[in-house]
């Protein structure tokens, strides 16, 4: 399991960047969040996931809030 923040979420596409401990900037995709919903993210907000690859790169899946 990953950790990082949210660097980046663009509502309107349902997509948002992690930048995770490591300084790496990692694509998500809203499906692929578990028990957060999208439009509660913020930037800045930890987070926890596991990467997979994709034909595009890097991606994040199993995305979960931290909470505080």
């Known amino acids: ?6 660097k980046r979420v663009v509502r309107e596409r349902g997509f948002g960047f992690i930048s995770d401990t490591d300084g790496r900037e990692v ?3 809203q ?8 439009d509660d993210l ?3 907000q930890m ?3 596991e990467i997979e690859n ?5 991606r994040a899946i ?3 809030a931290v909470k505080e």
Do not use: A, C, R, Y
């Not at 399991?1 to 949210?6: A, R, Y």
């Open 62 to 64: 199993n995305v979960k």
């Open 54 to 58: 994709s034909p595009k790169g890097p």
């Open 47 to 49: 987070v926890e996931f």
């Open 1 to 6: 399991m990953h950790s990082g923040k949210i």
């Open 42 to 44: 913020k930037e800045e």
């Open 27 to 29: 694509f998500f995709h």
């Open 31 to 38: 499906s692929s969040l578990i028990d957060t919903q999208f």
